[in-house]
Antibody, heavy 120, light 110 residues
Framework: QLQLQESGPGLVKPSETLSLTCTVS??????????WGWIRQPPGKGLEWIGS???????YYNPSLKSRVTISVDTSKNQFSLKLSSVTAADTAVYYC????????????WGQGTLVTVSS | QSVLTQPPSVSAAPGQKVTISCSGS????????VSWYQQLPGTAPKLLIY???KRPSGIPDRFSGSKSGTSATLGITGLQTGDEADYYC???????????FGGGTKLTVL
């Protein structure tokens, strides 16, 4: 059974770069037809799609975050990663990784989510 | 403010039926599949409906989805207290080349 697990610092200082990794287990990140994405949810608010990547490296990003976001994939480690630069308190959120078909926001498989707080 | 518009809240009594709407445009709902997610408090979202009206394995047929033009609807029949959750619609936007979620709807089962 495919599982996703987010990992990374739970506290990031303002103006620094948030870095998270999603480890895929129970299946290969190189499987065709699926994209690997990041979604976040500020406390008490709704879901926001951040971006996604195909195992070949092709990416899509939320236009409102595009200038600060980089998503990368490491097929040898069965992982994909998120980097969000120049963070502010507004970037405080639970960050989820998820697998989804092409041209979809998300799918059946989600990580449990990890809370990242931006604070000095 | 989300590109996909959902009502902030809906409510109904146990056993009754409720519908949740999701309104978009031709660049998103109008030309792409819609999915629906249920988020129970403190948990990750769970896929309820994909490709407008398909249910993943294990999702009861009390949950249904439909799409017409640039709007989609989630229906839940035989409401149970365990259905109290936030519900989100999601789709792709062909103009933005990006995924989208609605603002979410909180379902209260009175």
């Amino acid at each position: 059974q495919l599982q996703l697990q987010e990992s990374g610092p739970g506290l990031v200082k303002p103006s620094e770069t948030l870095s998270l990794t999603c480890t895929v287990s129970g299946g290969s990140i190189s499987s065709s037809s699926y994209y690997w994405g990041w979604i976040r949810q500020p406390p008490g608010k709704g879901l926001e799609w951040i971006g996604s990547i195909y195992y070949s490296g092709s990416t899509y990003y939320n236009p409102s975050l595009k200038s600060r976001v980089t998503i990368s994939v490491d097929t040898s480690k069965n992982q994909f990663s998120l980097k969000l630069s120049s963070v502010t308190a507004a970037d405080t959120a639970v960050y989820y990784c998820a697998r989804h078909p092409e041209r979809a926001a998300a799918g059946t498989v989600w990580g449990q989510g990890t809370l990242v707080t931006v604070s000095s | 403010q989300s590109v996909l518009t959902q009502p902030p809240s809906v409510s109904a009594a146990p056993g009754q039926k409720v519908t949740i709407s999701c309104s978009g445009s031709s660049s998103n709902i109008g030309n792409n599949y819609v999915s629906w997610y249920q988020q129970l408090p403190g948990t990750a979202p769970k896929l309820l409906i994909y490709d407008n009206n398909k249910r993943p394995s294990g999702i009861p047929d009390r949950f249904s989805g439909s799409k017409s033009g640039t709007s989609a609807t989630l229906g839940i029949t035989g409401l149970q207290t365990g259905d109290e959750a936030d519900y989100y619609c999601g789709t792709w936007d062909s103009s933005l080349s990006a995924g989208l979620f609605g603002g979410g709807t909180k379902l209260t089962v009175l």
